[in-house]
């Protein structure tokens, strides 16, 4: 028998509750992670800011702003206005955590200043992956919602549903290479020019390691929750 909680399945509570209990665990490993290697200060003795803007000068890259903004694991590049937004701790400490991000993000940097691939299908699908992701997951409750009364106006709102939330799964996914990549790109830069020793390395391998399997979680859980959508469907 098919029970209905709010429009779903029990089916869908299967899946969905072991993938929000791995992500918790994932997180909470990655929080660890960045605050144990955070203790470990780098023998080369830069702050975030500084390995950061020495990478993107490296790189050739020099039209680049290295800025601080508030808050935790609020780091990221923006390709729009070209800055590195590190946190404020990644961006004045001097550390194996902070040369790990600050190196990661400045990643994105040379990815976007040579035109890497992934990355722009990636930035071709965020104006879209917004709007439509989270509008698909109410549509979809909708169709299932009015296929008792209306059968094929609720089938065809819950396909724009899932339509809509295969979007955010595809960026899920293309997510995946731009994050390994960016990682790729830090860790051989950092060895390279000798920002870490070998004792920090593995540090910043480690937690780099943990932050990609946050991205890996998230685009399992939507392809879980995309397959369950479209069997509902050909049920």
Known sequence: MDYLFYGYDLDYYMILIPIILLSMIIGGRLKYKMKKYS??????????????EKMLNDNGIYDVKVISVRGQLTDHY??????????????????????AVAAHECGHAVQHAKGYEWL??????????????????????GGIFLMGSSPLLGQTIFQLGILGFATGTLFSFVTLPVEFDASNRAIYWLERKRIVNQRELIGVKDALKWAAMTYVVAALGSLAQLVYFWTRMRR
């Open 78 to 99: 923006n390709p729009s206005k070209k800055t590195v937004n590190l946190s404020e701790s990644v961006y004045n400490q001097r550390n194996a955590s902070s040369a």
């Open 39 to 52: 203790k470990q200060n780098l023998s080369s003795g830069m702050t975030g800011k500084e390995i950061a």
């Open 120 to 141: 722009k299908m990636r930035s071709i699908l965020v104006p879209f992956v917004g709007v439509s992701s989270n509008l698909g997951i109410y549509l979809i409750i």
